[in-house]
């Protein structure tokens, strides 16, 4: 059984933009599936409906062999706890700590009034710290979140997301605001996430030099619409001004 | 099409103020030299319809005006929106249009005001004013320690005014916020009920809130707080939740995605994010509130303002200076410290 279907999903915005037209795909377990196309393809909003920030207009969406397209509640909570996320703008909240930032990612399994008055379980501080050396910033957890760096912003995110032990990540546009350096650093994270701890990575990324090193198997959206589906490799200098348009130039990062 | 309709109702008001002030200033006031004030009822009108009261010529004038303006593009509202070309003559004709009304409405003022540079500056007016500064400069200090006890009564009220409407204004915020309000109709209609509710509280100035109230319980500091209490409460809910609208959405989403409760997704994503400017706000209403309370006082909200009616009754005026002294002190002292105040915090 596929980890997660997503079958003709579509979404139109109140203001009449259709941004997903009919997409259907699948992705097995383990897999590190990139999600290319231009801005404005539809990649952010078909990643916010899989964990339902964004509302679909019709589709369906089947989680480890449940359907979920229109669980409320306690039901969505629980099932957004199994699949983290991470931002193109990190989205830490830059007043608090490293560690009380990482421990946000426990949120759903504290009650409301404990994560007010900030008590987390033990454990979860463990979990924070192990998470944080994962990400190889331990030694940053007493600090402000605001004053670390982007690529070390961007690993406390991965950090915080590990704490939902999720089954899937969703990376959206996790290196775009990253010089190439930091991009590597956080792909390679990403990448040890993917085949170490085995969890499946939906990743939307803009250099095809990054997919091509780091995913197994790639979509290009266009105009909200599938456009190409099959692994890095396949993808030829024909295919490339399909999804980008002729007039596109492939920009390498290093 | 709603544009044109409201492009139209737009420059018939305007055509109907200028033939007002055309016919009741220009012609009635100073050519025909009929006094003011303003008589709306029953004044026979220079028209040959003379059955027809005055507002209906006026408003039917009006719409000739407008609909010329629609037909031929010299509108003033579109001159306003920007969408008359330049050196067009729809743009000169709607340049001098505007400034007729702007050259009339100054007239108008300055006739209703009554403003006349000779009740100003005649040879008695000015002993009067000598009289009453020399008084104010000359400040009698044997009522200090009163005047110290009243300010004293004042800023404490202000602050009380400040905090407890801090809470309620806090609670009130988020409900008032329409990012945060926007997604289901039951939380819609309490939000738009709340902004009407405190608009309306808003519109209506602290010093009505006061004799309303010192009506309601004894005349005194009580009455002086809540008054600025409910004034605070509105006007702290717009301003925070216009912060609240303001925030980045980013925080918010990244912790509803990790599958928090919506008061868990308020606590981490939107409140760090507001509590800076909040407490600034805050500091600042406190301020504000300081020099409300002493205007209150004038209608028996106790402090420092209802001693200085008292003595301003009585025509006392070496006290009436003392008076004044003691609260721009105060004044000057509170502003200084919440310039401060607000300075550190950002």
Redesign the interface.
Known sequence: MALLEINALSKVYPNGTQALRSVSFTVERGEFLAVIGLSGSGKSTLL?CI?R?IEPTSGSIVFDGADVTHIKGDAL?????????I?Q?F??????SVLQNVL?????SVT?LD??LGRYRPELHTMALRNLEIVGIADKAHVRADSLSGGQQQRV?IA??L??EPKLL?ADEPVASLDPATSHGVMRYLGYINRQLGCTIICNLHFLSLVREYASRVIALKYGQIVFEGSPAEITDDWFRHIYGDEAVEVEIR | MRKRLSQLFLDWLACTYGVVLLHRIVWLEVISARPLPFAWAGSGSATILTTVPDWVLYAIVGAVGASIAGFTGASLVALLRGELAPNSWQRRIALHVGSLLLSLTFVTGWIVTKISLTDMFSSERLRAAGRIFSSLLTPEFSILPQAIAAIIETVYLAFMATALALPASFVLSFLAARNLMREHQWTRLLYTLLRIVTNFTRSIEPLVWAVIFTVWVKVGPFPGMLALMVHTISSLVKQYSEQIEDI?P??M?????????P??VV???VV?QI?IPFLSFTIYRWDINVRMATIIGLVGGGGIGTMLNQYQMLAQWHEVGLIVLVIALVVWVMDYVSARIREALL
């Not at chain 1, 909570?77 to 996320?85: A, K, L, P």
């Not at chain 1, 989205?91 to 608090?96: A, E, K, P, V």
């Open positions: 916010r964990n920030l909570r629980r099932y957004r706890q199994q699949i983290g996320m931002f703008q989205n830490l909240i830059g007043r608090y946000m990612g426990a949120l759903g409301t994560s007010i995110a915080r997301a704490m939902q969703l | 980045d980013g925080p989403e990244a912790i509803a995605s990790t599958g928090a409760r008061l868990q606590w981490f994503g760090p509590v």
